[in-house]
Nanobody, 124 residues
Framework: QVHLVESGGGLVQPGGSLRLSCAAS????????LGWFRQAPGKEREFVLT????????YYADSVKGRFTTSRDSAENAVYLQMNSLQPEDTAAYYC?????????????????WGQGTQVTVSS
């Protein structure tokens, strides 16, 4: 089992930045990738980006390329999501997810563990 806890959400003005963290615990040795998804009210959960747990390779959704970046700290079993140039359409609950089976997948069903989510609101 793997347990994921997100932190760092909040309210930010358009154009601002936020940094989300995802702390993983448990059988992290079994992981292949950690990903971030988001879900706005009334919308389906949307892929944001993913990072390979071992190699550090990344894969971003087109909607966040050039604005969001991710990094991992293997020693701390943590992954970070740096969000810059935030816009109101980025408002959503952001979820950290971990996959034991797939590396760099953008598919919701390929992730085995999920955090509780952290709310990001972009508004003036």
């Amino acid at each position: 089992q793997v347990h994921l806890v997100e932190s760092g959400g909040g309210l930010v003005q358009p154009g601002g930045s936020l940094r989300l963290s995802c702390a993983a615990s448990g059988e992290t040795f079994s992981l292949k990738a950690l990903g971030w998804f988001r879900q706005a009210p009334g919308k389906e959960r949307e892929f944001v980006l993913t990072i390979s747990w071992n190699s550090g390779r990344t894969y971003y959704a087109d909607s966040v390329k050039g604005r969001f970046t991710t990094s991992r700290d293997s020693a701390e079993n943590a992954v970070y999501l740096q969000m810059n140039s935030l816009q109101p359409e980025d408002t959503a609950a952001y979820y950290c997810a971990a996959s034991r089976r797939y590396d760099l997948s953008n598919s919701y069903g390929d992730y085995d563990y999920w955090g509780q989510g952290t709310q990001v609101t972009v508004s003036s």
